[in-house]
Antibody, heavy 121, light 110 residues
Framework: QVTLKESGPALVKPTQTLTLTCTFSELSVSTAGMRVSWIRQPPGRALEWLARIDWDDDKFYSTSLRTRLTISRDTSKNQVVLTMTNMDPVDTATYYC?????????????WGQGTLVSVSS | QSVLTQPPSASGTPGQRVTISCSGGSSNIGSNIVNWYQQLPGTAPRLLIYTNDQRPSGVPDRFSGSRSGTSASLAISGLQSEDEADYYCAAWDDRLNGVLFGGGTKLTVL
């Protein structure tokens, strides 16, 4: 049973930096072929891919948000971390982590339950 | 804005067959695989179709996918009330070097 669990603050203020953590059970984030993406979904709107990190530490970012995002891994804790700077109310969304491993390497297959982040003063 | 274009809504009656389209371009669907995801109300997306037309274990064979050129389609036959959900297509884009999602299609079972 794949388990990914997102954690982070439920509320952040405008201009603050958001830090989200995705914790793996089962496989290691360093397992050959493992890729992990962060994806968000504003209330009532579509999914938006944010960033991806691979088992070999290769990283990819959304072109529109590249300057605000950093994705990293903590192999000792089996976690993937996403930071997003200069938060704005339009960044209010449910943030998901998802792994690419069981079925396709280029696209997510197993998703976490998501964590809702609201941006408000 | 979504580079993968889906109809915002679709509907059908129980037992009917419905199709949802996903239109892209040469740098995404035209050269990479497509996945489809189902998102039931209030839940996280789940993988429905991978690599254009493959079903993960546990997905009923009422769901099928196809890809042709720069477009893909999801078909649901024998429509059931529990199929009422949002459906998203996704593909890697070689030009953007990232994952693209469609805008989503809300399926209503009448």
């Amino acid at each position: 049973q794949v388990t990914l669990k997102e954690s982070g603050p439920a509320l952040v203020k405008p201009t603050q930096t958001l830090t989200l953590t995705c914790t793996f059970s089962e496989l290691s984030v360093s397992t050959a072929g493992m890729r992990v993406s962060w994806i968000r979904q504003p209330p009532g709107r579509a999914l938006e891919w944010l960033a991806r990190i691979d088992w070999d530490d290769d990283k990819f970012y959304s072109t529109s948000l590249r300057t605000r995002l950093t994705i990293s891994r903590d192999t000792s804790k089996n976690q993937v971390v996403l930071t997003m700077t200069n938060m704005d109310p339009v960044d209010t969304a449910t943030y998901y982590c998802a792994r690419h491993f069981d079925y396709t390497s280029s696209l997510p297959d197993s998703w976490g339950q998501g964590t809702l982040v609201s941006v408000s003063s | 804005q979504s580079v993968l274009t889906q109809p915002p809504s679709a509907s059908g009656t129980p037992g009917q067959r419905v199709t949802i389209s996903c239109s892209g371009g040469s740098s995404n669907i035209g050269s990479n695989i497509v996945n489809w995801y189902q998102q039931l109300p209030g839940t996280a997306p789940r993988l429905l179709i991978y690599t254009n037309d493959q079903r993960p274990s546990g997905v009923p064979d009422r769901f099928s996918g196809s890809r042709s050129g720069t477009s893909a389609s999801l078909a649901i036959s024998g429509l059931q009330s529990e199929d009422e959900a949002d459906y998203y297509c996704a593909a890697w884009d070689d030009r953007l070097n990232g994952v693209l999602f469609g805008g989503g299609t809300k399926l209503t079972v009448l």
